[in-house]
């Protein structure tokens, strides 16, 4: 089991930014990738961006130039530096951690429990 905990949402302007945090811990061994989606009110939830162990990364077109997602492996801890927030960025961002199940081929995922961004127009 892994337990995601997220830090650094709230309230920023229009071209704001904002740096979200999220530590892992339990099988923190057993991760591979780390990464963020989001959810706004009526909207499926998305992805935003992942990072794999091997530093490879991949953005939704959306937020691509403007999100840079990091990982520090040591402490598993994934951020996401978010610039240039726009109103529609506004919604619960969730961390994902994809784990290896041992002795199988199986990903096992984790989620946070998801922090609030909003930006006010």
């Known amino acids: 089991q892994v337990k995601l905990v997220e830090s650094g949402g709230g309230l920023v302007q229009t071209g704001g930014s904002l740096r979200l945090s999220c530590a892992a811990s339990?099988?923190?061994?057993?991760?591979?990738?780390m990464g963020w989606y989001r959810q706004s009110p009526g909207k499926q939830r998305e992805p935003v961006a992942t990072?794999?162990?091997?530093?490879?990364?991949k953005y939704a077109d959306s937020v691509r130039g403007r999100f840079t997602i990091a990982r520090d492996n040591d402490k598993i801890t994934v951020y996401l530096q978010m610039n240039s927030l726009q109103p529609e960025d506004s919604a619960v961002y969730y961390c994902?951690?994809?784990?290896?199940?041992?002795?199988?081929?199986?990903?096992?995922?984790?989620w946070g429990q998801g922090t609030q961004v909003t930006v006010s127009s």
């Open positions: 994902i951690a994809d784990s290896v199940v041992a002795g199988t081929f199986s990903i096992l995922r984790s």
């Open positions: 990072m794999n162990t091997s530093g490879s990364t």
């Open positions: 339990g099988n923190i061994s057993s991760i591979d990738t």
